[in-house]
């Protein structure tokens, strides 16, 4: 039992308002009406449903389209998910305790499994996440006019903007705690939510997940919904083996970056830490917002002569995603205000509203943008009299 509910894991498991005791190792099931926040059984909605709507679009992309990017980039993150998050709820089983320790828990939700570690709804977060990021990128050219590298750049940008409008609200509305004994991982912080984990985990991991997909299965020199080289003709057998090596390969590549910070670890070297993980923070915004305003100009100096192909998912799940959250900050907004130290009077954490608010914004402008260039041409044309 110390494994899977050691003091620290019991400790953050009572503040969230459940007991990491006697919980099945395989699956739990529960009353979504039941759950510790009212905004719980919404979210997982929000969530799930993406999921299964950006694996119908990516499965749509490969077989009527012929390019398989969606399909793989989709398995992709559930491998990635596979190998990454395990040795974070469980560190003692892959001798990492003394490394990184109790990093944090997720709170129960309607189906839990690993110990009540795992909702379903983070199993259906990544997928959903990457195919929204990808697809925007995608629908707003950056990968047919710049390429692989550039394009995944984009992708690492977008995953931050949406990511941490919903990373700066969870550890208020109690949809996960973070470990506070942990100060080796958990610091340095903006607010309530690890620098390490905004810059990691909401930006590289995805970026380099689809650089990898898009190099490994994607087709060279392919146009717009195109394919146009032997990549084409790759077996499903052969896009499967590749997806499984792209989610694999994915920590490696957040292993490596993550060494500049990593460099000044220490509770003497925390401010050291928290400026070079800024500056990193601060280079994903400027390399995103210049790539893709960059190739928003492009398009309006010369656009495409056709809509990208299959656009619908990029002209309705992140908007949906947006407003979905964007409601659920409203909600959360009297308690935020009413904090103290920033901690509200139900005893959680807030996050940074100000982050929120600047993503939300980005955001914002991303979904208007995929709007516009996904128009129909006939629709942008003046009515002639």
Not at 154 to 164: L, M, P, R
Not at 263 to 277: E, K, N, S, Y
Not at 302 to 320: E, G, I
Request: hydrophobic fraction near 50%; charged fraction near 15%; include cysteine.
């Amino acid at each position: 039992m110390g494994y899977t509910c050691d003091s620290a894991a019991e400790r953050i498991a009572e503040g969230l308002g459940f007991s990491c005791h006697d919980a099945s190792p395989v699956l739990d099931l529960r009353n979504p009406f039941g759950l510790e926040s009212g905004t719980m059984p919404f979210l997982e909605l929000l969530v799930i449903g993406g999921a299964v709507f950006a694996l119908v679009h990516a499965w749509r992309r490969w077989r009527r389209d012929g390019d398989p990017v969606n399909i793989s980039l989709w398995f992709a993150s559930v491998v990635y998910l596979a190998v990454i998050e395990p040795p974070l709820y469980f560190p003692s089983w892959f001798g990492l305790q003394e490394h990184v320790g109790f990093i944090f828990s997720h709170n129960v939700f309607t189906v839990q499994f690993m110990y009540d570690r795992l909702p379903l709804y983070i199993v259906a977060f990544y997928p959903a996440l990457s195919q929204l990021a990808y697809e925007l990128v995608r629908v707003l050219g950056v990968f047919a006019r710049r390429g692989p590298l550039a394009g995944s750049l984009a992708v690492a940008f977008v995953c931050q903007v949406f990511y941490e409008i919903f990373d700066q609200l969870g550890p208020q509305l109690k949809w996960w705690a973070w470990n506070p004994g942990n100060k080796m991982i958990n610091e340095p912080a903006l607010a309530s939510v690890p620098m390490n984990s905004m810059f990691l985990f909401a930006s590289v991991s995805f970026g380099a997940m689809t650089y990898l997909v898009v190099r490994l299965v994607g087709a060279k020199d392919a146009g717009e919904g195109g394919v146009t080289d032997g990549r084409a003709a790759l077996s499903g057998r052969r896009i499967a083996l590749r997806t499984l090596a792209a989610g694999v390969l994915t920590p490696l590549a957040m292993g490596v970056a993550g060494i500049p910070s990593n460099l000044f670890r220490g509770g003497d070297q925390l401010g050291v830490q928290r400026a070079v993980l800024g500056v990193e923070l601060a280079l994903v915004w400027l390399v995103g917002l210049y790539l893709l305003t960059n190739t928003w100009r492009a398009h309006r100096a010369d656009p495409a002569p056709s809509p990208p192909v299959s656009p619908w998912f990029a002209r309705t799940y992140p908007a949906l995603y947006l407003a979905a959250h964007v409601v659920l900050w409203l909600v959360a907004l009297p308690a935020y205000f009413a904090a103290s130290g920033g901690v509200t009077e139900q005893g959680t954490p807030v996050g940074s509203l100000w982050y929120a608010v600047l993503c939300t914004v980005a955001a914002t402008g991303l979904v208007v943008a995929a709007l516009r260039v996904t128009m129909p041409q006939r629709a942008k044309e003046p009515v002639r009299s």
